[in-house]
C-alpha cells in the first residue's frame, strides 16, 4: 500500500539536498501528474509515483503533457526540469530551479567579470579535468588546443581499449541515428549529462548563461560543468555500451549514466567543484544560515542593511 498520499506539504526548509537526489529520470510518452508530494506517470501500462523531492532533473522527452500542479510541486521541491527531444539529445527549454541565496551567484559574477580571473577559473576546470597537468601560464588558446587533444587522445584510447572503430566524432543535431552506435552513446552521454550539470547549477543558484570557458550561449556555465566528466565518466561509459551492443543505444546510455553517476556520489562531487571553482571559502556556502531566506539592501562602503524598512528620513518605518 502507498503511503505518497499520506504526506504533508512540503516547505523549502524540507528540501532534499541536490547531492543526495537522483540524478535524472526520463520519461516520454505519458502524462505527468501530482498526487500530494510525489509526481505520477501515467501510461498505457498504468501509474507510476515518484517522490519529487528525490529529483534532480526531470527530461521530458516525445509525447509528454504535464499538468499545472506537476510544475508546482516540482518548482516546491526544487527540481530542474528540461523539455528535450528523442532519446534525450535535444534541449528546448527549461525550468529554473528554486534557490534561495544569492551568495554563488554574485561569486560567480565576480570571477566573471573581471579577464584575469574569468581565465583562472578555466585554469582551474582543465586542472580538474586532467590532474597530471599543470595549466599555470596557458593562454585561452594554448587551454582550447591542449582540451582538444585530451579528448582526441580519450576517443583513441576507449576504441582500443573496447575493440571499437573509431572513426571520429559524427553527430548531425537533430538526428539522433544519423551516427554509428558509439556515436549515438556518446550523445546521449553528453545530453544527460547536460541536465545533471543543469540541476546542480540550478539548485545553487547560480546562473546557466556565465561560462568561463563557453560563451554566448544561455548554458555557457552548464556547458562548462558538464564537460569536466565528459573524459572520465562520459566517453568511456559510452563507449562500453556501445561495445555491449548496438541496439537501443539511446535507453541503454541513460540507464548505465544514471547508475554510474549514483555509484560514485557524482552530484555531491559536483556541488562541490562548483564550490571550489567560484568561492574562495567553499565552506562558507554551507554554513549555518546560508540557506535561508534573508533579504538585504546593499549600501554604501560594501554593507547590507535590514529590508523592509524605509531609509528616507531619521525615523525608520517597517515598510512590510
Known amino acids: 500500500m502507498t503511503t505518497i498520499s499520506r504526506r504533508s506539504a512540503l516547505t523549502p526548509r524540507h528540501l532534499t539536498r541536490t547531492g543526495e537526489r537522483l540524478s535524472f529520470v526520463y520519461l516520454e510518452r505519458c502524462t505527468v501528474h501530482r498526487d500530494a508530494n510525489a509526481i505520477t506517470a501515467e501510461d498505457a501500462a498504468g501509474t507510476t509515483h515518484i517522490p519529487s523531492a528525490t529529483i534532480g532533473t526531470l527530461l521530458l522527452g516525445p509525447g509528454t503533457r504535464i499538468t499545472h500542479q506537476a510544475m508546482s510541486v516540482l518548482g516546491e521541491t526544487g527540481a530542474a526540469v528540461c523539455w528535450v527531444g528523442e532519446h534525450g539529445v535535444r534541449y528546448y527549454a527549461g525550468g529554473r530551479a528554486l534557490s534561495r541565496s544569492a551568495a554563488l551567484m554574485e561569486a560567480q559574477a565576480h570571477q566573471w567579470a573581471n579577464p584575469r580571473r574569468r581565465l583562472a577559473v578555466a585554469r582551474a576546470m582543465y586542472r580538474l579535468r586532467f590532474p597530471d597537468e599543470d595549466p599555470a601560464g596557458l593562454s585561452r588558446h594554448e587551454l582550447l588546443g591542449r582540451e582538444g ?164 528620513g531619521p525615523d525608520e518605518e517597517t515598510t512590510w
Open 149 to 312: 587533444r585530451r579528448v582526441k587522445d580519450c576517443y583513441k584510447a576507449q576504441a582500443a581499449r573496447t575493440g571499437i572503430t573509431w572513426r571520429g566524432r559524427n553527430y548531425t543535431p537533430g538526428d539522433f541515428t544519423s551516427g554509428d552506435a558509439v556515436n549515438q552513446a556518446v550523445t546521449a552521454a553528453a545530453q544527460c549529462m547536460y541536465g545533471v550539470a543543469h540541476a546542480v547549477v540550478a539548485s545553487l543558484g547560480c546562473s546557466p548563461a556565465l561560462g568561463f570557458v563557453h560563451s554566448g550561449h544561455e548554458l555557457s556555465f552548464v556547458l562548462d560543468i558538464a564537460d569536466l566528466y565528459k573524459t572520465e565518466i562520459g566517453i568511456p561509459l559510452a563507449f562500453d555500451v556501445a561495445a555491449d551492443d548496438d541496439q537501443d543505444v539511446g535507453p541503454r546510455t541513460r540507464r548505465a549514466l544514471r547508475d554510474r553517476i549514483n555509484e560514485t556520489s557524482l552530484l555531491d562531487r559536483c556541488v562541490d567543484d562548483v564550490k571550489r571553482l567560484l568561492l574562495a571559502d567553499p565552506a562558507s556556502a554551507t554554513a549555518p544560515g546560508a540557506e535561508q531566506d534573508v533579504v538585504t539592501l546593499q549600501s554604501d562602503g560594501g554593507h547590507d542593511v535590514a529590508a523592509g524598512r524605509n531609509y528616507g
